[in-house]
């Protein structure tokens, strides 16, 4: 992949802040592959988002339909040109969606990477959230660095507690983080991992 700048020419120039690694971007291990979303997938991302779950923890709308998708898609594509944001779709072998995995700059400290993620109704149970979130820190620690990788997630949201315990994550010591979504204020607690060899 060729890469207009270094990571560290990229840390350099943001005065520390976490840069998302530039597109295309595909990753696979631990018998799955994170791969950038295509306009073939408008179906799976009706499939994986449309569901009450994701409704009632994430800001995606709901009911999730095939023009929801499309708004989704484009603003995702235009979130990854401007380098804010990867949302890579959690696949098993490159192929249908199951799910997705976000790696954006925090919007609470910008040094800090964070991750968000979904698993369609169908496929959980199957550890695949967890798999993806590993894949996707073990990039974000690498290059760049950031200070520290976060998940935010709204207390009460058991699954995603039990994703972040098993990717090694401990609940931090702060203040929840206070977003919008749907109309409603969201306390998010924030879980975080440090890269070895930090306080």
Not at 16 to 31: D, I, K, M, T, Y
Not at 59 to 84: H, I, K, M, N, Q
Not at 131 to 151: C, D, G, I, M
Request: hydrophobic residues 40%; glycine residues 10%.
């Amino acid at each position: 992949m060729s890469r207009a700048a270094t990571g560290q020419d990229l840390l350099m120039q943001t005065k520390g802040s976490f840069v998302v690694p530039p597109a295309p971007l595909r990753l696979e291990g631990a018998g799955i592959v994170l791969r950038e979303w295509t306009d073939d997938d408008l179906d799976a991302l009706v499939e994986v988002y449309d569901d009450p779950e994701i409704a009632r923890w994430t800001p995606v709308v709901s009911p999730f339909d095939a023009r929801a998708a499309r708004a989704y898609l484009d603003r995702a594509r235009t979130s990854r040109a401007e380098g804010r944001t990867a949302q890579l779709a959690i696949t098993t072998d490159g192929g249908r969606p199951r799910g997705e995995v976000l790696l954006f700059r925090s919007g609470s400290d910008e040094r800090d990477a964070e991750l968000a993620y979904g698993v369609g109704a169908g496929h959980r149970g199957q550890g695949l959230a967890g798999r993806a979130v590993r894949l996707v820190t073990e990039l974000a620690l690498r290059e760049p660095r950031p200070r520290r990788v976060v998940l935010c997630i709204e207390h009460g949201n058991t699954a995603s507690e039990a994703v972040a315990r098993t990717c090694g994550f401990t609940l931090a010591a702060e203040p929840p983080a206070l977003r919008q979504a749907k109309g409603r204020e969201v306390r998010l607690r924030t879980w975080s991992l440090r890269p070895e060899g930090t306080g």
